[in-house]
Protein backbone atom coordinates (compact mmCIF):
# COMPACT_ATOMS: atom_id res chain seq x y z
CA UNK A 1 0.00 0.00 0.00
CA UNK A 2 1.29 3.55 -0.76
CA UNK A 3 -0.89 6.07 -0.32
CA UNK A 4 -0.59 9.42 -1.83
CA UNK A 5 -2.60 12.72 -0.48
CA UNK A 6 -3.51 15.75 -1.69
CA UNK A 7 -5.41 18.48 -2.38
CA UNK A 8 -5.06 20.61 0.75
CA UNK A 9 -4.79 24.22 0.87
CA UNK A 10 -5.95 27.76 1.70
CA UNK A 11 -9.91 28.20 1.71
CA UNK A 12 -11.83 31.01 4.15
CA UNK A 13 -14.29 30.01 6.65
CA UNK A 14 -17.17 28.60 4.97
CA UNK A 15 -15.91 27.20 2.11
CA UNK A 16 -14.74 23.92 0.29
CA UNK A 17 -11.94 21.74 -0.38
CA UNK A 18 -12.19 18.20 -1.77
CA UNK A 19 -9.34 16.18 -0.85
CA UNK A 20 -8.17 12.84 -2.03
CA UNK A 21 -5.92 9.50 -1.19
CA UNK A 22 -4.49 7.97 -3.62
CA UNK A 23 -3.46 4.06 -3.44
CA UNK A 24 -0.66 3.61 -6.14
CA UNK A 25 -0.42 -0.06 -4.81
CA UNK A 26 -3.54 -1.21 -5.71
CA UNK A 27 -4.25 -3.10 -2.59
CA UNK A 28 -7.31 -0.76 -1.43
CA UNK A 29 -9.29 -4.03 -1.79
CA UNK A 30 -9.10 -5.48 1.86
CA UNK A 31 -8.60 -2.14 3.79
CA UNK A 32 -10.50 0.30 5.86
CA UNK A 33 -9.38 3.92 4.75
CA UNK A 34 -9.74 7.01 7.23
CA UNK A 35 -8.61 10.36 7.14
CA UNK A 36 -7.10 11.92 10.57
CA UNK A 37 -6.28 15.57 11.51
CA UNK A 38 -3.25 16.88 13.48
CA UNK A 39 -3.64 20.23 14.39
CA UNK A 40 -0.28 21.82 15.89
CA UNK A 41 0.25 21.28 19.22
CA UNK A 42 -2.27 18.76 19.48
CA UNK A 43 -2.75 14.80 18.96
CA UNK A 44 -3.83 13.30 15.69
CA UNK A 45 -7.49 12.53 15.55
CA UNK A 46 -9.77 10.67 13.72
CA UNK A 47 -12.13 12.63 10.79
CA UNK A 48 -13.42 9.93 8.84
CA UNK A 49 -13.67 6.02 7.59
CA UNK A 50 -14.99 3.81 5.13
CA UNK A 51 -14.34 0.52 4.48
CA UNK A 52 -13.43 -0.32 0.59
CA UNK A 53 -15.80 -2.95 0.26
CA UNK A 54 -18.85 -1.07 1.34
CA UNK A 55 -20.69 -0.66 4.20
CA UNK A 56 -21.06 2.09 6.85
CA UNK A 57 -19.08 5.19 6.78
CA UNK A 58 -17.95 6.60 10.05
CA UNK A 59 -17.16 10.19 11.43
CA UNK A 60 -15.90 12.45 14.19
CA UNK A 61 -18.59 14.02 15.85
CA UNK A 62 -17.06 17.60 15.20
CA UNK A 63 -17.61 17.19 11.28
CA UNK A 64 -20.94 15.26 10.84
CA UNK A 65 -22.73 17.00 8.51
CA UNK A 66 -19.89 19.17 6.66
CA UNK A 67 -17.22 16.22 5.25
CA UNK A 68 -18.48 13.42 2.94
CA UNK A 69 -16.36 10.63 2.85
CA UNK A 70 -16.27 8.44 -0.49
CA UNK A 71 -14.43 5.98 -2.91
CA UNK A 72 -13.90 5.72 -6.32
CA UNK A 73 -13.31 1.87 -6.99
CA UNK A 74 -12.10 2.50 -10.61
CA UNK A 75 -9.13 5.00 -9.52
CA UNK A 76 -8.63 2.97 -6.09
CA UNK A 77 -8.80 6.63 -4.36
CA UNK A 78 -10.95 7.66 -1.45
CA UNK A 79 -11.78 11.19 -1.24
CA UNK A 80 -12.79 13.56 1.60
CA UNK A 81 -15.49 16.37 1.21
CA UNK A 82 -15.40 19.70 3.13
CA UNK A 83 -18.12 22.09 3.22
CA UNK A 84 -18.68 24.56 5.74
CA UNK A 85 -15.09 24.84 6.74
CA UNK A 86 -14.28 26.68 10.17
CA UNK A 87 -10.58 27.83 11.53
CA UNK A 88 -10.59 24.64 13.88
CA UNK A 89 -10.60 22.08 10.76
CA UNK A 90 -7.12 23.96 10.20
CA UNK A 91 -4.98 20.57 10.67
CA UNK A 92 -2.55 18.42 8.58
CA UNK A 93 -4.86 15.96 6.94
CA UNK A 94 -3.15 12.09 6.83
CA UNK A 95 -4.59 9.34 5.24
CA UNK A 96 -4.47 5.86 6.25
CA UNK A 97 -5.36 2.11 5.67
CA UNK A 98 -5.48 -0.67 7.62
CA UNK A 99 -7.86 -3.54 9.17
CA UNK A 100 -10.36 -2.39 11.28
CA UNK A 101 -13.52 -3.38 12.72
CA UNK A 102 -15.92 -1.33 14.17
CA UNK A 103 -14.63 -0.69 17.97
CA UNK A 104 -11.18 0.01 16.35
CA UNK A 105 -12.13 2.07 13.29
CA UNK A 106 -11.65 5.40 15.00
CA UNK A 107 -7.93 4.83 16.73
CA UNK A 108 -5.38 5.80 14.65
CA UNK A 109 -2.73 2.42 16.17
CA UNK A 110 -5.48 0.45 14.08
CA UNK A 111 -3.93 1.64 10.69
CA UNK A 112 -0.67 0.36 9.68
CA UNK A 113 -0.14 2.58 6.20
CA UNK A 114 0.07 6.68 5.79
CA UNK A 115 0.28 8.96 3.59
CA UNK A 116 2.11 11.78 3.62
CA UNK A 117 -0.29 14.57 4.43
CA UNK A 118 -1.82 17.46 3.48
CA UNK A 119 -2.11 20.92 5.03
CA UNK A 120 -5.45 22.13 5.00
CA UNK A 121 -5.79 25.73 6.69
CA UNK A 122 -9.15 28.00 7.57
CA UNK A 123 -9.01 31.58 7.57
CA UNK A 124 -11.58 33.79 9.26
Known amino acids: VQLQASGGGLVQAGGSLRLSCVDS????????IAWFRQAPGKERAFVAA????????YYADSVKGRFTISRDNAKNTVYLQMNSLKPEDTAVYYC??????????????????WGQGTQVTVSS
Open 96 to 113: AAGNAITSTTMRPQTYVY
Open 50 to 57: IRWSGGPR
Open 25 to 32: GRTFSSYT
